[in-house]
């Protein structure tokens, strides 16, 4: 008691000793606020469980999500106590199919932020540092690809690289930049003529150096922000990619591909195509939640 | 000099608006030809070749050679793109594979069901959008409020198509109050010679209202679909737009005057937060024309979302890329019409 009580002062502390001692006391303000907010509190529960079921997948499934059960009387059956959320037409346990399928969830919201973020940053914090002919072409490309039908554009897209689940991520990362772009020149405007910008020229500093080194990190927080808000759109989208028959290719548990194979059952065994919609709902639900918490925390300016 | 000054304001005023039109023009201008450069490249990065697909594997040497003259592919990139935005400026798309119609003519006849579809949603959503967003405002903080945060959440985060199913089993499947997939019962096809090409308006026009009702058991469910993501939208931003007005010093004034509080709400309130509200709806219509894809595909809806998806699954190219143009045309100019409304309307921006 006596240590967590101390570790509290420590990060709290008026006057911290290090550089570290500031960022983690800063970054322990920020839960506090967050925690104080039990919606963002389940959505954090919702996502840390979606992490907890993608790492441990092989241990939770009680069947495997890929291999035909008996095709003669395991197909389409309810849920019971063997097969929990019931079974698909190839015989297959969904509860199993549904947890593998939250791997390639989590894979395609990581990759996608990793991919869209840094195009989106650099973008727009080059644009908004050097200002100028290069602002005006970097922003009018980036707003037409804001005016972009984003669904649409990725339709397209993932027709011309063939269908499939990486094609599909390029797809989506390729129209889900420009508005971080956007966020990073904003935010860019507002530091680029700091003081500290200036000392670090005086020193010698290059462009790239007061780029890396000091304009991307102030940018980070709102944009990472913005980038959580995102992803419940870019859990919809690549489901909605694979339903379409566009995303992941069957026998690949995705969950929007689920609900495509269970439509033609829906009028009879309506829980095939149910189960992993649920799924996909209450994920972006949970994506929602954190990302609106995350927004009061970290930037108190644009609550309300 | 004093009598020159609304002259004068009516000059820039004027002025404004032309550079406001002006910069419209040049914007869209801009935005349709990237687009038009991006369905090109992707075109162009196809693994499909567009000259078997027309000649077939089997033709010889000689009749590849001559069909890729003909199709100007033997040409530089640059001039075969001068080429294709041509033909695109003047809405020749090639023919579809798999109808064998100019695809353009394709459009012509699928678009109107997705404009219906969509404009039915957006009304839905703004009819009860709006009124939701005002009372959450009004009462920020109460149940109401809660529940019309909680209905935009779920609209946020539940997948379309998967709603869309769920809804057709419960209303068609289990309850049978709507009718099921498609804009009719078969019964009905024919009947009505497209006018307009939407479907309730020309059935109207041709007194046959035993049609008019069949589409609209069927138009009602997907409508519904559309309008609550519409809703989800709308509502949210008209709580957070009259939010922002009530915070205002006229609210205040107008209260202090002793106006009734419905009056500062509606006609006051609501009417300074009517401009950016009409940009939204503006926006969340050009959302719908876009998102009606998954939507039509559910309801087996004949729209261009439709043509789009079935063209995709037979890797009818022509028909894709020229669907998309199509559809990003009509979003960009939505998109940027939202932006000039708000530019001419409000006239704190000019």
Known sequence: MAGA?????????AEPQSRTQARLGHAWQSFRRLARNPTAIAGLAIVALLIFVAIFAPLLATHSPIASGD???????PPGPVFWLGTDDQARDIYSRLLYGSRLTLAVVILVSVIATPIGLAIGTISGYFGGWIDRVLMRITDIFLAFPRLVLALAFVAALGPGIENAIIAIAITAWPPYARLARAETLTIRNSDFIHAVRLQGGSSLRILVKHIVPLCLSSVTVRVT???AGIILTAAGLGFLGLGAQPPTPEWGTMIAQGRRFLMDQWWVAAVPGIAIFVVSLGFNLLGDGLRDALDPKAAR | MIADVPLLRRGRAALGLAQGVGSFLLTLGITL??????????????????????????????VYERARTEMGLDRPLVEQFGLYLKKAVTGDFGRSVLTTNPVIDDIRSYFPATIELATLGT???????????????????????????????VGYSVPIFWLGLMALLLFYAKLDWVAGPGRLDIAYDYMVTPVTGLLLVDSLLQGQVDVFWNAVSHIILPAALLGYFSLAYISRMTRALLLNELQQEYVVTARIKGLSEARVIWRHALRNAAVPLLTVVVLSYATLLEGSVLTETVFAWPGIGSYITNSLQNADLNAVLGGTLVVGAAFVTLNLISDLLYRLLDPRTR
């Open chain 1, 229 to 231: 808000l995102d992803m």
């Open chain 1, 5 to 13: 009580s101390s570790l509290a002062a420590w990060l709290t502390t």
């Open chain 2, 123 to 153: 009304l839905i959503g703004t009819l009860i959008g709006v009124p939701l967003g005002v009372f959450a405002a009004v009462r920020s903080g109460s149940l109401l409020d809660q529940i019309v945060r909680i209905v935009g959440l």
């Open chain 2, 33 to 62: 030809f990237g687009l038009v450069v991006v369905t090109f490249v992707i075109g162009r990065v196809v693994p499909i070749d567009p000259v078997l697909a027309v000649v077939g594997d089997r033709a010889s040497g000689a």
């Open chain 1, 71 to 77: 095709l003669r009387t395991e197909r389409l059956l």
